[in-house]
């Protein structure tokens, strides 16, 4: 006996997920394109470093911190090289 009902409410519930993720970027897309960097730049660094607490009181390995800590630094590079073009 399968319990099709059950994936396809785990379907809908990932499909409604990613809407939000989606819709969320978009905001987020428009409020830096709205406001200076100085405004947003400090507020993206103090997510990046929540994010990093919490994988450090999650327990993780090693090798996945320093995976989020090479995603961040590569995410500040890119910011960095972007305002020295504007």
Known sequence: ???SSVR?????KH?????RRIAAIK??????ESEPAEIWGPQQNAI???QLDAAQDAST??????RVRDVAAAIIEDRDSNDRQE
């Open 27 to 32: 905001r987020w897309v428009a409020y830096i």
């Open 8 to 12: 396809d409410r785990l379907d809908a």
């Open 61 to 66: 390995s090693a090798a996945h911190q320093q």
């Open 48 to 50: 990046v470093d929540d």
């Open 1 to 3: 006996m399968t319990d």
């Open 15 to 19: 499909e409604g997920d990613q809407e």
